[in-house]
């Protein structure tokens, strides 16, 4: 026999397929059957053209609608996200601010009038007209301009 690539041996690749132990059936129908079965289907009375247009109407009109729904519901989410990031500016403000102004105390406190004099400044830029901070600020700047022979 000899060699005849890929190790399979002559037997192996001359062999007929398996028979297949069942067929399926074929059925064939009628012998002639009558293709022209548009003429059994009931008549439109309105054109094709129109129909399709309606549809094309009703379609152009939901989907607006449903358009116009997400905008509007897309603004108000956008303005209670606005307020929501307003809110919570203003309420890190106020967490920052007293903060500064409770670390400026203790630090005048300890008489260290630098780090209170920049506590201070710093609380006075996040609120600049409030009345406590730059009373403290001036009076810090004051002790320092003492201290320091100014």
């Known amino acids: 026999m000899g060699y005849m690539g890929f190790g399979m041996q002559k037997w192996i690749y001359n062999r007929n397929p398996r028979k297949k132990l069942f067929e399926k059936r074929r059925f064939h129908g009628l012998v002639n059957i009558n293709n022209n079965f548009k003429e059994f289907l009931p ?3 309105v054109d094709e053209s129109s129909q399709n247009k309606i549809i094309l109407y009703l379609i152009v009109f939901v989907g607006l609608f449903f358009t116009t729904t997400s905008i509007s519901n897309f603004i108000d989410y956008s303005k209670k996200f606005e307020e929501y990031k307003m809110k919570q ?3 890190n403000n106020t967490k920052a601010f007293n903060f500064l102004i409770k670390s400026g105390k203790e630090n005048l406190s300890n008489n260290k009038l630098q780090e209170a004099y920049y506590d201070f400044k710093l609380a006075e830029e ?3 007209n409030h009345l406590t901070v730059q009373n403290l600020k001036n009076e810090t700047f004051y002790m320092l301009c003492e201290n320091e022979n100014y």
Request: charge should be positive; charged fraction near 55%.
């Open 43 to 45: 008549k439109r009375k």
């Open 89 to 91: 500016k203003e309420n």
């Open 126 to 128: 996040i609120f600049p």
